[in-house]
């Protein structure tokens, strides 16, 4: 069964600082993989998804993440962040049911916190 | 823009009353879905539609029931609420041609079981 691992709950970061949240997937087949963020109170905004190809996808508000098969990973980077990052962030894994119908699992989130 | 509106943001309501969430798009999509949200146990699947009248139940389903009679709308529905439903609940929807179709999602709803 498809499952995503985020293993830390909450990470602080100083502003400017770089940034890694990491994503491991169990999936049997080649995955799709997404992140999203969503901001204090509100839904969720996709950051950036890889299907296939280029391993180092490139997202909206300067992130990026890496595709690593070999390890079951999809780490989430930014190089400087900004206070306006601070947020809680999904690694999704796409999947399919047993009726054939598309659906995302999630992992537990890792909330951001930026400090000055 | 792609939107998902929830008619609801907060809603407080007593154990045992019927409880409908409602949840409407604008982008023609064929599929929608709901999800609840806890702290550390993230999202999970509760009921899914892929069409009209069409469900799929999620992760989840317990106590829930759904509705999808037009396109636009999908209902959530919790037949007679319980404390332990007290959660963020977020409406989803997407396309359904191809794979790997982005999820867009709506602002979720607040609610309160006492």
């Known amino acids: 069964a498809q499952s995503v691992t985020q293993p830390d709950i909450h990470i602080t970061v100083s502003e400017g600082a770089s940034l890694e949240l990491r994503c491991n997937y169990s999936?049997?087949?080649?995955?799709?993989l997404f992140w999203y963020v969503q901001s204090p109170g509100q839904g969720l905004q996709l950051l950036l998804k890889?299907?296939?190809?280029?391993?180092l996808v490139q997202g909206i508000k300067g992130f990026e993440a890496e595709f690593k098969r070999s390890q079951s990973s999809f780490n989430l980077r930014k190089p400087s962040v900004h206070w306006s990052d601070a947020a809680e962030y999904f690694c999704?894994?796409?999947?399919?049911?047993?009726?054939?119908?598309?659906?995302?699992?999630f992992g537990t989130g890792t909330r951001l916190t930026i400090i000055p | 823009d792609v939107k998902v509106t929830q008619s609801s943001r907060y809603l407080v309501k007593r154990t045992g009353e019927k409880v409908f969430l409602e949840c409407v798009q604008d982008?023609?999509?064929?599929?929608m879905f709901w999800y609840r949200q806890d702290p550390g146990l993230g999202l999970r699947l509760i009921y899914f539609?892929?069409?009209?009248?069409?469900?799929e139940k999620g992760d989840i389903p317990e106590g829930y029931s759904v509705s999808r009679e037009k396109k636009e709308r999908f209902s959530l529905i919790l037949e007679s609420a319980s404390t332990n439903q007290t959660s963020m609940y977020l409406c989803?929807?997407?396309?359904?041609?191809?794979?790997?179709?982005?999820?867009?999602f709506g602002e979720g709803s607040w609610l309160t079981v006492v």
């Open positions: 890889y299907f296939s190809g280029d391993t």
């Open positions: 982008m023609d999509h064929e599929n």
């Open positions: 539609s892929y069409d009209v009248k069409m469900k």
């Open positions: 999704a894994v796409d999947y399919w049911s047993d009726f054939g119908n598309e659906k995302l699992t």
């Open positions: 989803a929807s997407s396309f359904r041609q191809y794979s790997g179709n982005t999820i867009y």
């Open positions: 999936y049997g087949a080649t995955p799709y």
